[in-house]
């Protein structure tokens, strides 16, 4: 009850001119209300994230934001921004629970808007967003149609180039790749964590820089400049860059993706792999209680695999076999 609220400050504060603001007032009384505000008629604005956007009073230059944990970061990005408009120093305080009581995407929520202090900082807090929300709905685990099929990274492409496409005037054209990409699942972590590199910027151009890496010799300088950079690679640093290396491997073959788990996995080919379909046949022949077709273009195979490193050996292993027998 902001109203409540209200009382509560007055109660609190009896010097203090205390108003009220939101979006369930009549626009004349509201507007009113914000006129006043401007003008120091009197000095509480006590309501709702209404003022998230439109709002300029460089005079104010104290927020306080009340379960800043259910708000968004773009929201307490925009709230806090309300004060500090002019050359008077500001101050904004996030009221929450406890850390425990709160969700830990709230608690991460917290820590970005806390770490974000220069101006400018808009593609910053956009990136913390996609790193807590993910990529959102167009590109996340609801989407319909044959997103599980084709996997995330291979989809993000031929989205990327439907809208070039469409940019330049021409027909998107999805049944070509412009690239072979072959899209690799071990079902483990694979990233750059945080608490390796605090840098969110940083971390999306290494991203960056490791998926342009063209050979294993790009790969291996840039983790040697990582190393350098940042100390030893993490488990999960380590298994990003053996899913490239193993990329490499797989594209060579014709695989167009590889999902690995922890009792086995399947290899799918592109419709003309660079492989002798008599080396897979002689594949399942030598061991057919690991080895089995799946249609026309899937192998599956049985392996126990529990870690990270047993999936990446096994397939590196796996991968090497056909590669002696490629075209």
């Given at each position: 009850d902001i109203d409540r609220v209200a009382?509560?400050?007055?109660?609190?504060?009896?010097?203090?001119?205390?108003?009220?603001?939101?979006?369930?007032?009549?626009?004349r009384e509201l507007e009113q209300v914000m006129l006043d505000f401007y003008h120091q008629r009197f000095n509480v604005l006590?309501?709702?994230?209404?003022?998230?956007?439109?709002?300029?009073?460089?005079?104010?230059?104290?927020?306080?934001?009340?379960?800043?944990?259910?708000?968004?970061?773009a929201q307490l990005y925009q709230i806090r921004g309300r004060v500090g408009r002019s050359h008077h120093r500001a101050y904004a305080y996030l009221i929450t629970p406890p850390p425990k009581a709160m969700t830990k995407d709230a608690v991460k929520r917290l820590e970005a808007i806390e770490s974000i202090e220069d101006l400018g900082a808009g593609f910053t807090l956009a990136t913390h967003d996609m790193e807590i929300r993910g990529a959102g709905e167009l590109l996340g685990d609801e989407q319909s149609g044959q997103m599980h099929e084709i996997g995330f990274s291979l989809y993000n492409e031929l989205l990327e180039r439907a809208v070039n496409a469409l940019k330049s005037g021409k027909e998107p054209s999805l049944n070509q790749s412009d690239r072979h990409f072959v899209e690799i699942d071990l079902h483990v972590p694979a990233l750059i964590p945080s608490d390796y590199l605090p840098d969110v910027?940083?971390?999306?151009?290494?991203?960056?820089?490791?998926?342009?890496?063209?050979?294993?010799?790009?790969?291996?300088?840039?983790?040697?400049?990582?190393?350098?950079?940042?100390?030893?690679?993490?488990?999960?640093?380590?298994?990003?860059?053996?899913?490239?290396?193993?990329?490499?491997?797989?594209?060579?073959?014709?695989?167009?993706?590889?999902?690995?788990?922890?009792?086995?996995?399947?290899?799918?080919?592109?419709?003309?792999?660079?492989?002798?379909?008599?080396?897979?046949?002689?594949?399942?022949?030598k061991q057919p209680r690991k080895f089995?077709?799946?249609?026309?273009?899937?192998?599956?195979?049985?392996?126990?695999?529990?870690?990270?490193?047993?999936?990446?050996?096994?397939?590196?292993?796996l991968l090497d076999a056909l590669l002696e027998k490629s075209k």
């Open positions: 009382r509560e400050i007055e109660a609190i504060l009896p010097e203090a001119k205390v108003a009220v603001a939101h979006g369930q007032m009549r626009e006590v309501c709702t994230t209404i003022i998230e956007t439109g709002i300029d009073v460089p005079s104010a230059n104290t927020i306080f934001i009340d379960r800043a944990d259910k708000l968004g970061l910027h940083t971390r999306l151009v290494l991203y960056k820089r490791i998926s342009a890496s063209k050979d294993n010799e790009a790969l291996h300088e840039l983790q040697v400049e990582m190393i350098d950079r940042f100390g030893l690679l993490p488990e999960q640093v380590k298994t990003l860059f053996a899913i490239h290396e193993l990329r490499f491997k797989a594209k060579t073959v014709g695989i167009r993706k590889i999902d690995v788990y922890d009792q086995g996995g399947r290899l799918m080919f592109e419709e003309s792999p660079n492989i002798d379909p008599m080396t897979i046949i002689n594949l399942i022949q089995k077709l799946d249609g026309q273009d899937k192998l599956r195979f049985v392996e126990d695999m529990p870690e990270a490193e047993d999936r990446i050996v096994v397939l590196d292993k």
